[in-house]
């Protein structure tokens, strides 16, 4: 578990250095931008970062609940309540 207080804004900060990892240098990314289409993330991708946020935020991430997730702040909103369902 993170070592300083989760809150959504950290959650996206975290996400968006976890795609940045994959994209050039200077990309822009925050809670608006569109995962797969501004991205270019394929499914394996995005499968890649819910493990990465499954295993930062100890929390399990259903797989119905990924189907209408398209923005970054939109995934970590799902993660922060998933966090408060399971504390």
């Known amino acids: 578990m993170p070592k300083t207080e989760t809150t959504e804004e950290t959650i996206v900060t975290f996400i968006c250095s976890q795609?940045?990892?994959s994209l050039p240098q200077g990309t822009e990314l925050n809670s608006e931008t569109d995962i797969?289409?501004?991205?270019?993330?394929?499914?394996?991708?995005?499968?890649d970062l819910v493990f990465e946020l499954e295993t930062e935020y100890n929390v399990s991430i259903p797989l119905n609940e990924l189907t209408?997730?398209?923005k970054i702040g939109e995934?970590?909103?799902?993660?922060?309540?998933l966090q408060m369902t399971t504390a």
């Open 68 to 70: 209408e997730i398209r």
């Open 19 to 21: 795609i940045a990892n």
């Open 36 to 47: 797969t289409t501004d991205t270019d993330f394929d499914s394996v991708a995005v499968m």
């Open 75 to 81: 995934l970590a909103g799902l993660v922060k309540k």
